[in-house]
């Protein structure tokens, strides 16, 4: 009978075990932290409104109202924050009408006063209103972070009944977006993206299968 025996001392054998396991113990640690980190949520911190019609109605044309400002003395890029409105709309698969077009209806007039935007004359299936609550951009030049309070309703142009809305009150930090060949007009308007990305995080999808139609299709 052949015997066989270890050329390693016991002592090294088990010095050597135990790191092992000591590895095996921290890597299986490692692993289940990993497993239990959530994703940071887009949306996490924006109010939704009880939802209305919207899947019931699924709009396709959205107007985009001009920004209200209840803030009093306030400076909000309010063409900046429609624009973001328009993209992420377009990205939610919603058709947004152009800003021009929006625009040009309220330039005409009734008598010495300016018309009025009236929901529906542009026969939009619906009108986006934004509503900027705070707009405080004091450390903006400093470290570009702006803390904002700002909403959004989707509605009926014909009878005004929310669809949707969402609030959201936040703060943000733009300085990983600055860049030296970034000019400030690029800053706002890409805060301003930020901002309304979050904000319409949790706006349902518009269904755009053929035969989802709603009622004012």
Known sequence: MIRTTSSLPRS?????????FGLLSTLGILALAGCQTQPTLAGRRVNVFPEGRIAVVNPADVAIAPVEVVAPGVKVPSQHLRSAAQRALVRKRYSPLALAQVDGALAGSVGVEPASYSPGMLREDAVLELTVHAWDDSFWSIRKSLNVDVEVRLVEPGTGNTLWGARLPQRFDFQSLQSET????????????????????????????????????
């Not at 970034?182 to 930020?194: F, H, N, T």
């Not at 269904?207 to 709603?214: H, K, L, S, V």
């Open 12 to 20: 090294l054998v088990r010095s050597a075990l135990g790191l092992t």
């Open 182 to 217: 970034a000019s400030e007009e690029i800053m706002v308007q890409l805060a301003c993206e930020r901002v309304l990305d979050e904000l319409l995080a949790r706006l349902p999808a518009r269904d755009a299968q053929p035969g989802a139609r709603g009622t004012l299709n």
